[in-house]
């Protein structure tokens, strides 16, 4: 676990830095937002067309990475609704607590693979998101439709998902490695610097997002969202990769990608939908400071 934490030190220190930026303004108030928009519109999606559509995954198993995923989000709802009138949610907090027990972040679960497997492994994660972020995004708008009375409709879900551009991102990388094209020559050293600023830039933004305030608010369900998705999710992610004998890097990301802390984005679907946006951001602040220990403990344990 100690070289783990090591390993892993950068990325929590790019995250304690942008804490201490937004504390101090710096470089603006107004810096941060388009940071992290430009991060994630352009330098993350660059990073994995130009990943995917060089990479050799002709070994990996990407319908039983699906059906993992599946499985995954499946066992998480169960556990969220078994412990629900254990902690008297409402249907606000529960929807809040939902998004917090089963949502990841992707920025820092794509600077952790970099940080411990390379650069080669972004390839088979960019496979684990474009199956991951539409199914968490029906899923927990369903929770919305049933727990908060705000649902958005089944168009506009659909609608956002085709314009994610994670995903289109993704299948982009996949055909161009799928057809043989690859990355245009002229175009592969414009991208690769492009990409790597993602990571670090995107680290900074998810740290200058963090609300220390909000976790005067901390209870129970902060608590138990968090076993939930940081000690629980990577156990179920492991047991299910080796009932569906996944190839060790496929295992070792999907019990990375289970481990995460829950996605920064979910604080703006609590506040539209009608969750609990004061909780929602307690969970996302207390899981991504808690996630500096328990990643490199669940990492060391089972991979």
């Known amino acids: ?63 039983g990475i699906a059906l993992a995923i599946l499985l995954l989000l499946l066992g998480g709802t169960l556990l969220c609704y078994l412990l629900r009138p254990l902690l008297k949610l409402d249907g606000a907090e529960f929807t809040s607590f939902y998004q917090g027990a089963v949502r990841f972040n992707t920025y820092v679960g794509l600077a952790v693979v970099a940080a411990l497997y390379g650069d080669s492994a972004l390839a088979v994660s960019a496979v684990i998101i474009a199956f991951m972020i539409p199914l968490l995004n029906v899923f927990c708008v369903l929770a919305f439709s049933f727990h908060a009375g705000g649902s958005p409709g089944l168009r506009p879900v659909l ?4 314009r994610n551009p994670l995903i289109l991102a993704s299948v982009l990388g996949m055909l161009l490695n799928y057809s043989g094209i690859g990355m245009p020559p002229m175009v592969r050293p414009v991208a690769e610097l492009l990409g790597q600023m993602a990571l670090p830039l995107g680290l900074l933004a998810v740290g200058a997002g963090l609300s220390l305030r909000a976790l005067r608010t ?31 890097q496929s295992r070792n990301l999907l019990i990375l ?9 979910a604080y703006i679907l609590a506040r539209q939908l009608g969750g609990d946006a004061a909780m929602m951001a307690a969970i996302i602040t207390g899981q991504t400071l808690l996630s500096a220990l328990t990643i490199p403990l669940m990492l060391g344990w089972l991979t």
Do not use: H
């Not at 101090?24 to 990073?47: I, M, S």
């Not at 990608?257 to 984005?265: D, G, I």
């Open 1 to 63: 676990m100690f070289d783990m934490l090591i390993m892993l030190w950068p990325v929590f220190a790019l995250l304690m830095l942008g804490v201490l930026a937004r504390r101090y303004c710096f470089p603006g108030e107004d810096f941060w937002p388009l940071a992290e928009k430009a991060t994630y519109f352009v330098l993350f999606p660059v990073l994995l067309v130009a990943r995917l559509s060089q990479a050799d995954i002709s070994g990996v198993s990407i319908g």
């Open 159 to 162: 609608r956002n998902l085709v």
């Open 218 to 248: 901390v209870g129970p369900a902060l608590l138990g969202a968090s076993v939930i998705k940081l000690l629980l999710f990577p156990l179920l992610a492991l047991a299910l990769a080796q009932l569906l004998s996944l190839g060790e």
């Open 257 to 265: 990608f289970a481990a995460l802390p829950t996605a920064s984005s």
